[in-house]
């Protein structure tokens, strides 16, 4: 099989950039490899740790560099725009993880010059790249469920992991920067069918009395333009030592001719342990009990990383070497998750309905 050879930048040498960096450092394809961050030691460790050919603090300068053909943007969720824009301006394909953006304008703009530069461009929804939602779509496919009538879903979290995101992102809230995970899930399986309506209600104390003018949860009714009802809600205050390494999950779909039922909790891996067990998202935190595999990424197994971050780092660098399909998010999907999540945090707060 032919194989194009791949020179890859990753911007951003944080958690899921650096996760991204040593994945695609093992790729057949990629023969070149630089990685960037605005704190030069964060980049130099990276390098290090994925045998970078590159580490530098300007990430213009790595997307602009000659031997770099494809660029996966890793930042702050607020700090996506710049160099999304400049590799899309230089028609190097572009992966940037989700949320697109945190305003629609912005959105707007990358979606545009995509369009104007004929360059490739996916927003990275790596919860479709789960066994159990690929299983899901699969069913939906083969019209096992029929026509989808309601689909109702919860995602709960700590409010340490919480307080950390807030940390890194004051406007990354529970909904726009997790919650919409399972609201491109319910896209996708909606797929076609436009939402037409949000109504959603929140609350908390926690993260307010922490600094953050952010509600705990919030629930959420979509109406799509089929009828379909979609109920979606998020709980990220769980107290930090609660047995989860990442988010615990419950979709369920009902359609006219079956249910399909998902368990995303991972309460059938608890380990116990006197030895600690080192939280992957929040440096220095350990708990003594966990739900193992509940990392929403993946996690590591006897020295190497499995996951949806790991098969959809795959998958998009198979398709830009092989021409292999890839299927993650397009910028008008993740634009349509946005606007959702952004109509639930208005509709909270404003104690009404947002009509899309």
């Known amino acids: 099989m032919s194989q194009k050879e791949l020179g890859l930048a990753v911007i951003g040498s944080g958690r899921i950039g650096s996760l991204r960096a040593i994945l695609a450092s093992g790729h057949p394809a990629v023969n070149y490899l630089g990685v960037s961050d605005i704190n ?18 300007d990430n213009h300068e790595l997307i602009s560099d000659p031997n770099v053909n494809v660029v996966i943007v890793s930042t702050s969720e607020h700090e996506h725009f710049d160099s999304v824009m400049h590799a899309l301006e230089l028609g190097k394909p572009v992966l940037v993880e989700k949320p697109i953006a945190l305003s629609v304008d912005e959105a707007d ?20 790249f789960k066994r159990r939602y690929l299983s899901g779509k699969d069913q939906l496919l083969e019209g096992r469920i029929g026509n989808i009538l309601s689909i109702s879903a919860r995602a709960c979290n700590t409010r340490a992991q919480g307080i950390e995101i807030l940390k890194r992102s004051s406007t990354a809230t529970p909904v726009v920067d997790v919650l919409t995970y399972w609201v491109d899930v319910a896209c996708w399986y909606l797929d076609g069918i436009e939402p037409v309506e949000v109504t959603a209600r929140g609350a908390g104390t926690v993260f307010r009395e922490a600094g953050f003018d952010v509600n705990d949860t919030t629930w959420s009714l979509i109406k799509f333009d089929n009828g379909a009802i979609v109920n979606l809600g ?24 079956g249910a399909l039922i998902l368990n995303d909790d991972h309460t059938d891996e608890l380990l116990i342990t006197n ?16 739900f193992l595999s509940s990392s929403t990424p993946g996690n590591w197994h ?44 208005e509709s909270a707060k404003l104690n009404n309905t947002i009509k899309l």
């Open 109 to 128: 703009k990358m979606i545009k010059k995509s369009e104007e530069t004929g360059t490739l461009f996916r927003v990275g929804y790596a919860q479709r």
């Open 40 to 57: 030069i030691e964060n980049a130099k460790k990276l390098a290090a740790k994925s045998n970078a050919q590159k580490f530098t603090n």
């Open 302 to 345: 006897l020295g190497d990383y499995w996951g949806p971050v790991a098969d959809e780092t795959r998958v998009w660098l198979d398709h830009l070497s092989m021409d292999r399909p890839c299927p993650i998010a397009t910028p008008k999907d993740a634009r349509k998750n946005l606007i959702i999540t952004l109509a639930m945090e």
């Open 234 to 257: 998020v709980f990220f205050a769980l107290p930090s030592h609660s047995p989860q390494l990442g988010m615990g999950v419950r979709f369920e779909v009902y359609g006219d001719d």
């Open 275 to 290: 030895n600690g067990i080192p939280h992957a998202y929040i440096p220095d935190l350990e708990f003594n009990t966990a």
